[in-house]
């Protein structure tokens, strides 16, 4: 790979809560952020999140080429709002996985659905209300 050779990539952010209202405001921003780093956002995918808590947002961008670290960082930057997980993937490439570091995205073959008493919580269905009035909700649990 040449020096100055450019790639697209993918970074794979996860965010707990991300009303619809802020979307807009939210890329903006992220492409504020990777421009000043020298990168292009080409395309941003937002999807609920398959624990139907959050959603998942895969921001391409094109620059020069990224190492797993560099990525782990610039997914911390640009929002992976679980600092925990990001942590987590900065250890796994400091210890040489490579390539399946990031396990955010793996498939999930079950989804455990909310208990019974979380379902029946009042705070809860008053924030679920609320946001299905405004229009803020990703998706409505059934």
């Not at 937002?46 to 670290?69: A, C, E, F, N």
Request: glycine letters at 4%; proline letters at 4%.
């Amino acid at each position: 790979m040449k020096k100055d050779e450019k790639v697209e990539d993918v970074l794979l952010i996860d965010i707990d809560w991300l009303p619809k209202s802020y979307v807009d405001f939210y890329i903006k921003t992220r492409k504020m952020l990777l421009e000043a780093l020298g990168y292009e956002l080409r395309d941003v995918i937002i999807k609920p999140s398959s624990s139907r808590r959050g959603v998942h947002v895969w921001l391409h961008i094109y620059g020069k080429p990224l190492t797993d670290q560099e990525k782990v960082k610039f997914q911390y930057l640009v929002g992976n709002d679980c600092h925990i997980r990001s942590m987590i993937n900065h250890r796994r490439v400091w210890r040489g996985i490579r390539g399946f570091w990031n396990k955010l995205f793996e498939i999930k073959y079950a989804v455990k659905p909310r208990p019974k008493r979380c379902q029946r919580c009042k705070i809860i269905q008053v924030l679920e209300e609320l946001a299905d009035k405004d229009g803020e909700y990703w998706f409505k649990e059934e």
